[in-house]
């Protein structure tokens, strides 16, 4: 997607429930910084590699394959997805990322593989491109580097 202000190719960042309550929650898992934080630093980043970023969140999962949809029919250069809890439940969500031609990049901010055995499956990871997991809030980071690489 390009924006008809910047002409940027647009990489959406998506994240799931409870990501609203980043730098309360879990500290000792998820780290200090706050959504909105993240979302800054993202914002700066994309900047200087010449895309544009929108960032969203919601506690919902219809939300989150309505926004895929959204996504794939603006035309985004790629999707940046922190599902949450919904990462080793949905095949809902499973199911959009297979059938939207635009690639999504799971994130995660702890490493789900090395938290309790119930998160080892992640039904995103299997239709997504490529993962970021275990750096804090890097992870976003490291993701939008690898968007703008594709």
Known sequence: MTNERTDKPTVFVFSGPNLNLLGTREPEIYGHDTLNDIHARLEAQAAELGLRVECRQTNHEGVLIDWLHEAYIAGAKA????????????????????????????????????????????????????????????????????????
């Open 79 to 150: 999707v940046l997805l922190n599902a949450g809890g919904y990462t080793h439940t949905s095949i809902a969500i499973h199911d959009a990322i297979k059938s939207i031609k635009v690639p999504v990049i799971e994130v995660h901010l702890s490493d789900p593989m090395k938290r309790e055995e119930f998160r080892h499956i992640s039904y995103v990871g299997i239709a997504a491109v490529d993962h970021f997991a275990g750096h804090g809030a890097d992870s976003y980071t490291l993701a939008l580097d690898a968007a703008a690489r594709l």
